[in-house]
DNA sequence: ATATCTATTTAGATTAGTCTAAAAATATAT
DNA sequence: ATATATTTTTAGACTAATCTAAATAGATAT
């Protein structure tokens, strides 16, 4: 059996490692868990044991093909989750990570699948990450950071980096959600910073804005 | 903070002490939850500091009013889920408790009250009990056992007492749900059986299943 | 009223997950 | 190449929830 907090171990060493292809240092592990190196080597020896990750001390951790499989199972969990949370019970996309974190560790392979039915099948979150499907299969869109994007073009939004409420509620106040498009105007070398079109206004977004809004070419 | 365990043991000493007015013994605490008599008086111990319950040694717990609304608020949760699973997602009566004891213990009181909103504020769960309003409220059925109802007469079924998926799926062969009209023919005085008809049809129950179903007169 | 039985509590140990502080390995700098 | 700094691991301790086994309180029976 496995429990919550190696569910949540797992998941995480899946996002750090970039969908589980790179090895994954345990400082790194400690940091994004909020907890401390020692805990996250003690874990991740755990996790060897029971064959979720190889380790090799000093180098850092990667997910087996079984570790992989329940980091997808959560993060679909995760992705449902926030569709219904946003598309039937009106929550704003802002508002449903942290509801989701606890929706996910739910354990029922029938809840998930009548769920998925009920949502329509959706194939993506309300951040526009791509949601896996019962055999964990999904794609990756061809996305780029707006930081990336050429002057003069324009694009659509796709998705974010920065799920957290703070920078979500930023894009809200400034009427930016999926779908929107971006016309890119002027990139000042001073700062990084970015001036966009949006919605037939003009403004300018900071690099960390910049850095966490992923586009599409139209 | 309250801990996953201790909404637990708080839920089951509400229902063992018939919603929440007499006192529970450690014994039958540990009995309800699966557990030794030593857990269950470290646990009610800990219950008490924290002023969940009063505990009197070797005389037993009872819910304090904190203690009484955390309980009722999981009931309302463990219900309103149920009512999801069934209404929405079409699970059937006898698949729902044991996912629901994993939701009810989701923390956030918008989530439910968006559910709540969501469901169409349902007064009763998929079983007959009835669901808490936000503010804790709730009215019992007057209901009696098959086992109490008297001969000649003709009811309705309102309620179970016990709702293991056995007994539902014991009710669901044989064609009764809520709602469904039932009429008292005879007591058998040997085995306390009782021969009813349903649906048109004669049949003799159990004593165990007269003592789990609940009937209002029509 | 005393012995016996049962219910309850206590004491001490165990596991999962965490922590701090110290030790060891690796990386970096001169 | 050696010293220094950083990262990672180890050792030992802590908390929550549990267990077993022993001790104690309360109930029951003669």
Tied chains: 1, 2.
């Excluded at 930016?176 to 966009?196: A, H, M, P």
């Amino acid at each position: 059996m496995i429990t919550l907090t190696e569910e949540n171990y797992i998941k995480t060493i899946y996002h750090l490692s970039k969908h589980g292809k790179e090895m994954v240092s345990t400082n790194a592990l400690a940091e994004a868990m909020s907890t401390k190196a020692s805990s996250a080597t003690d874990m991740v020896k755990k996790l060897a044991d029971k064959s979720y990750v190889d380790y090799k001390k000093y180098q850092g951790a990667i997910l087996t093909d079984a570790g992989n499989k329940i980091a997808i199972n959560v993060i679909r969990k995760h992705r449902l989750w926030e569709v219904f949370l946003v598309d039937k019970l009106c929550f704003s996309w802002d508002e449903v990570h942290e509801l989701a974190e606890q929706l996910e560790h739910i354990k029922s392979q029938k809840l998930i699948d009548k769920l998925d039915a009920f949502l329509g099948y959706p194939t993506h979150d309300p951040h526009g990450d791509p949601i896996p499907d019962k055999h964990g299969d999904f794609t990756l869109v061809d996305k780029i950071m707006l930081a990336q994007a050429q002057i003069g073009e324009t694009y659509s939004c796709v998705g974010v980096n920065d799920s957290s409420s703070e920078f979500l509620q930023y894009l809200n106040n400034n009427k930016i959600e999926l779908g929107t498009k971006i016309e890119v105007l002027y990139k000042e070398v001073f700062d990084s910073s970015i001036k966009i079109k949006v919605n037939g206004l003009e403004m300018t977004v900071s690099n960390s804005v910049a850095q966490n809004l992923y586009l599409q070419k139209v």
